[in-house]
């Protein structure tokens, strides 16, 4: 027997043989009892399958491929479809993404910007209290100076009155010592006369003098600072408000 199909002659040779070693049955009769039987139309299967150019046992083998083959096209499908949605949804997720650090960046730039108005704000308020400290301890300078100054000019201008009252004293002792001295030389009549004027002029004189000595200790007192407890007061006020200020110019620069 032969078979033009290549490939095909040892599987067909085999089947021979065996059908050789049945018992007392020959071919033409089992392929009729088969035809009989209604299985192949009186041909073996594995007939049918060489005749179609199929070995006997390819047809399982080539099963097992066609699914193997169908799910690795099925698996592959499947990974080119979650591929083409992942490379859908990068740009939509990269564009949230971006929405988001854009958001972000606003309401951060906006809570920059209430945070630098508030340190103005705070900084005008300094700066407003600094200017308010400095004007107060500049005007209080100011005004001690010029207390001290009219303290100064008016010891000034009581010395130069104390000074000319020295001078009236001076020249009303002289006048007094001059006529002391003419007494004797008048006659009795001038000379009672004289002497009350004289008298009434050493009493006048010494009124001058204890008057010229009060003011003189008054100045006295003035210039050394210890006359007046009022003034001693005010200066002292004056002084505490000027170091007060002072205190908080300094915490407020610092």
């Not at 088969?34 to 594995?46: I, L, Y």
């Not at 070995?55 to 690795?72: I, M, R, V, W």
């Not at 698996?75 to 083409?84: D, I, P, T």
Request: proline fraction near 3%; hydrophobic fraction near 30%; include cysteine.
């Amino acid at each position: 027997m032969f078979i033009e199909d290549h490939g095909l002659a040892e599987p067909v040779e085999l089947a021979l043989e065996d059908s050789k070693r049945s018992s007392q049955v020959c071919p033409s009769t089992i392929w009729t009892q088969a035809g009989a039987n209604g299985r192949g139309g009186g041909r073996p299967p594995w007939i049918d399958r060489v005749i179609g150019g199929q070995s006997p046992s390819s047809s399982g083998a080539e099963s097992d491929t066609e699914s193997s083959s169908t799910e690795s096209e099925r698996s592959h499908v499947r990974h080119l479809e979650v591929g083409s949605a992942r490379v859908l949804a990068t740009p939509s997720m990269m564009q949230q993404r971006i929405t988001e650090l854009d958001q972000q960046r606003e309401e951060l730039k906006i809570e920059l910007q209430l945070e630098v108005a508030l340190l103005q704000g705070e900084l005008r308020m300094e700066n407003e209290q600094l200017r308010r400290h400095t004007q107060t301890l500049q005007s209080l300078q100011a005004e001690a100076r010029l207390r001290e100054t009219h303290r100064l000019a008016d010891i000034q201008q009581e010395r130069v009155s104390l000074e000319e009252e020295r001078l009236r004293v001076e020249e009303q002792r002289r006048c007094c010592e001059e006529k002391e001295r003419q007494i004797p030389t008048q006659p009795e009549s001038q000379g009672e006369q004289l002497l009350v004027q004289l008298q009434q002029e050493k009493e006048a004189l010494e009124a001058a003098v204890r008057a010229f000595e009060d003011r003189e200790f008054r100045l006295l007192e003035r210039e050394s600072g210890i006359d007046d407890v009022a003034e001693e007061e005010s200066k002292g006020n004056m002084e505490r408000e000027i170091s007060r200020q002072q205190h908080s110019l300094n915490s407020a620069q610092s």
